[in-house]
């Protein structure tokens, strides 16, 4: 690496955020973008699996040079095992904080991957860290008082959060007080209080800012492989917007106006800015080259030559693109198998991805695709690259965030499938607010089998059920109907785009950003 005085860089961030692909991938986009308006020094915690797919997301979007790249960009493995849980206290409290005291005493930072000691830069102007991590933020504070900005970053659909905003713009209120004052009356512990109050499914309708009504428990519409994070996690979450200067989310006012406009009011009475900034994904030229990720694809040859064969022989948007992310996976995985029965049985292309630990494809299902000759499984695949490709008709997903914004930059309608958090909301923004996508119901279980309130219906949930309404569905994706959903699609997509442009609600979040950092205030 370079010397840092080889590049005339006079700011230092440093990022902090959960081992998640998704937190992870558009705070790469977001440094890259930074990098093209302002040479700063880039610190980026994270763990030794992150840390060469964090170096290559960045200098694939950037329009830098490799090596001017390096000069400004340090990643840091924290920790010497391979993985962290999202929220492991002895990584954040222990090896954060001797990493972090490094930065401010302007000393060299080891890496627990290369083995290498990371060359002193000016100590840190800015923190961005992740909406779940008081901790970190506690120990910023504690080394570095007020000189320091901290900044909460959220990557997940920001409807999410506004839930809990001002009752005034549609929210139910922050509901720390209620819950501590009835800790203090019971004694009872925190955490069952937090979860009764947070969680708890009643039946209750509810109408979140910009959404129409629906049920409390229609947000839990699949069960999950994993627990999510504890309630009181999520009262720590509202401790970090206290303690932040800011809060950066992965957003955009054109697709989430009426959350925008809450969590906005809600910041403002607090005299902290709300920046907006999305959608996070490359340029045109980046996302439609299978090559440039390489490195998270292990059959990134095949893939590509088979989404060129099925452009030649089935036409342009043919092809059926199937991903539930790196975590996420039916706890029924005989409706995924009934689905690909559907697609197999009407002989549509496709390209299914299984990165989650607890996808098992069984062998009679891959024995069965392979004879087909007419899609492919993958355990990971280039999905930027994929939805960038003429061929791809139709994305089937979980409703990510991230996904959701690479296949709406990418203009491909999709078929939602959501399990759990904000992928039920995406999915609803995206069938009921833009008309750009199917929702599949009866793919749920668990909560999801009671009524839905925007159908007035209760799925049964039974494979043949799945089979019959998929069926259904992929018959209108692509037909007269699905034709419809395209051009909605196109709108939304010029519309976020736009936002990117001078004038754009992203644009102006960035270079507000960026010139609170040069001003070094904290407005």
Not at 13 to 39: D, M, N, Y
Not at 337 to 352: G, N, T, Y
Not at 498 to 518: A, C, M, R, V, Y
């Amino acid at each position: 690496m370079s010397s840092p005085h080889s590049v005339d860089a006079r700011t230092h961030i440093v990022l902090f955020t959960v081992e998640s692909w998704g937190h992870v991938r558009p705070l790469c986009v977001f440094v890259a973008k930074l990098l093209q308006t302002k040479p700063v020094y880039v610190t980026f915690f994270t763990t030794k699996n992150y840390v060469t797919r964090i170096e290559t997301e960045i200098a694939r979007h950037s329009h830098m040079t490799k090596e001017h790249v390096g000069d400004l960009v340090r990643v840091v493995a924290l920790k010497t095992g391979d993985t962290v849980a999202l929220l492991d206290k002895t990584m954040i409290q222990d090896e954060f904080s001797k990493a972090y005291d490094n930065l401010v005493k302007e000393e060299p930072v080891p890496c627990a991957l290369h083995g290498s000691r990371h060359g002193p830069a000016p100590p840190p102007d800015a923190v961005i860290l992740d909406l779940f991590y008081i901790d970190p933020m506690k120990i910023v504070r504690e080394k570095s008082g007020e000189r320091v900005k901290i900044y909460t970053w959220y990557s997940a659909a920001l409807t999410v959060l506004a839930l809990y905003g001002p009752p005034e713009k549609g929210g139910v209120g922050d509901p720390r007080g209620f819950i501590q004052q009835m800790v203090a009356q019971t004694g009872r512990d925190i955490e069952e209080v937090a979860h009764e109050v947070m969680f708890s499914l009643s039946g209750r309708v509810f109408t979140p800012p910009g959404f129409p009504p629906m049920y409390d428990y229609e947000v839990h519409p699949q069960k999950i492989h994993f627990l999510a994070f504890p309630a009181t996690s999520w009262l720590s979450a509202f401790d970090a917007i206290d303690m932040s200067d800011g809060v950066l989310v992965y957003t955009a006012e054109e697709y989430e106006p009426a959350a925008v406009d809450s969590i906005r009011h809600w910041l403002q009475q607090q005299s902290k800015p709300l920046y907006t900034l999305a959608p996070l994904v490359p340029e045109l030229e980046h996302r439609s080259k299978v090559s440039s990720e390489d490195s998270i694809s292990r059959n990134t040859n095949e893939i590509e030559q088979f989404m060129d064969s099925v452009l030649s022989s089935r036409g342009p948007q043919s092809l059926l693109f199937i991903s539930f992310g790196s975590v996420f996976w039916p706890t029924e995985p005989e409706k995924i198998w009934a689905v690909l029965d559907v697609i197999l049985d009407k002989k549509i292309p496709f390209i299914m991805s299984y990165g989650s630990r607890w996808a098992d494809v069984p062998d009679s299902v891959k024995e069965k695709v392979e004879k087909s000759n007419i899609g492919i499984l993958s355990q990971w695949a280039p999905q930027q690259a994929i939805l960038a490709h003429p061929v791809t008709g139709w994305f089937m997903s979980h409703c990510g965030q991230n996904s959701t914004f690479e296949a709406i930059i990418s203009g491909v309608p999709m078929i939602c499938w959501p399990f759990h958090g904000d992928q039920p909301f995406n999915a609803i923004n995206l069938t009921n607010n833009f008309n750009v996508a199917y929702e599949l119901f009866e793919v749920r279980n668990g909560e999801g089998l009671k009524p839905v309130h925007r159908t007035g219906t209760a799925p049964t949930g039974t494979v043949d059920a799945v089979r019959e309404e998929f069926s259904k569905v992929i018959d209108n994706a692509y037909g007269e109907d699905g034709k419809q959903k395209w051009e909605n699609m196109k709108k939304l997509q010029q519309a976020l785009v736009s936002s990117w442009e001078e004038g754009g609600s992203s644009k102006g979040s960035l270079d507000n950003f960026i010139q609170t950092l040069s001003s070094g205030s904290k407005a």
